[in-house]
């Protein structure tokens, strides 16, 4: 499997008081938070997004699908170091840096449209700290899956051992099911892996999306996830649970916690407080009125401490941080007057952040607006201690996107 090679790009910076703004030329990157990612490693960012085809997007259609994925890798400072395609009609899911200074991407054919990627396979794809592709390889779908089956989210955690967790959704479809089933697995970069395990939640007969969008390593060797539960009656309503899941150190389920009962709910991800309890916070939507949910649970999944926040709007994605012993929560907040299928193409998007103290009050509130739309659906810590926040900035024409990495110092 043959990559692109390395390419430099134009950066525009500007710089807002303590704010850095890094926009990248791709023109037409797509408005999507599940190929859109960004994680931090030693002294580097590492970031995803995908590119779509611009025909469509002439046309105005509410379907875009991906013609490629780019990897992007920079400094602290958001300065371009590398860049790479991967092939066409590949999704990238998650990234992480390895020991070596280099990476490892996760990517699927998730909508199982293309013959030349098996959407059974989760496709692996490790890079030298310079840019150069160094090895691939790819994960058959757990043998509970049917015949129809492609990989939907991936995440990946790196394990105590040295060994990487990828955790996400696949999604499997019969004569039987129609429905998402989360998965967790243990890779060796050597190419093995030591298991793998799905789990799925019937609340309902079908059409359950069950998905991990979460993970923290626990004090007793194994694993604690989070991720939401969605259950769809008709074509525009969904309920959702989201779960915090308890794993030993092979992914056996020790317990399962459900939080929120209501329509539209949203978890990203999971991070460890300094007492060896977890923080986790979702967005809940009832009648397009968004509520967002802090919780605090200890090592059995048992509620501590919470917080409910009123946003005001319809929301698409919430991410939550620690920040000098704070708690840091990115929200993209869309705000629309027309039907949500279009509202990447047509509205106005902004993303709305909010800074927490200890004590759970609002310390700092505020909305990026860098041009007439951003959306940031990613965030991370830089190993220098700032918040790096990236997503897409609305250009010239609507429809249109470039890369955007925000850093607050």
Known sequence: MVLGSCKKDTVKNINLGLNLIKVFDDSLAKADNES??????????????????????????????????????????????????????????????????????????????????????????????????????SISAPSSAAASTSFKEQNLFQMPN??????????????????????????????????????????????????????????DGGYIFVGDINEVLTWNIAYSKIFVLKTNAVGDTIWTKFFNNKQSAWCRNIIPSANGNFWFAFNSTINDKVIMNLYEVNSNGDSINSKTIDVNHPNYVSVILSKDGGIFTLLNTVQYAIPYYQAFNYSQINTMYLQLKADLSISKKGTFQNSSNDLLVGACKTSEGSIACFGLMQTYMKGYYKPELIILK
């Open 162 to 219: 040295g060994n990487i967790l990828i955790y996400g959704s696949f999604f499997k479809y019969d004569a039987s099911e129609n429905q998402d089933y989360g998965f967790a697995c243990e890779y060796n970069l050597n190419g093995s892996v030591s298991w793998i395990k799905s789990y799925q939640y019937p609340f309902a007969a079908n059409n359950m999306s069950t998905k991990l969008t979460g993970c923290q390593a626990t004090a």
């Open 36 to 137: 859109m990612r960004i994680c931090a490693g030693k002294d580097r960012l590492y970031m995803t997004y995908g590119v779509a085809n611009a025909l469509n997007y002439i046309n105005g259609s509410a379907n875009i699908e991906i013609a490629r994925c780019k990897l992007m890798v920079t400094n602290n400072k958001g300065e371009l170091i590398w860049k790479y395609s991967l092939p066409d009609n590949i999704e990238m899911g998650s990234l992480i840096e390895l020991n070596d200074g280099g990476c490892l991407v996760a990517a699927s054919n998730k909508n199982g449209y293309y013959d030349n990627f098996n959407p059974k396979l989760l496709f692996l794809f490790r890079f030298t700290k310079n840019g150069q592709l160094y090895s691939t390889d």
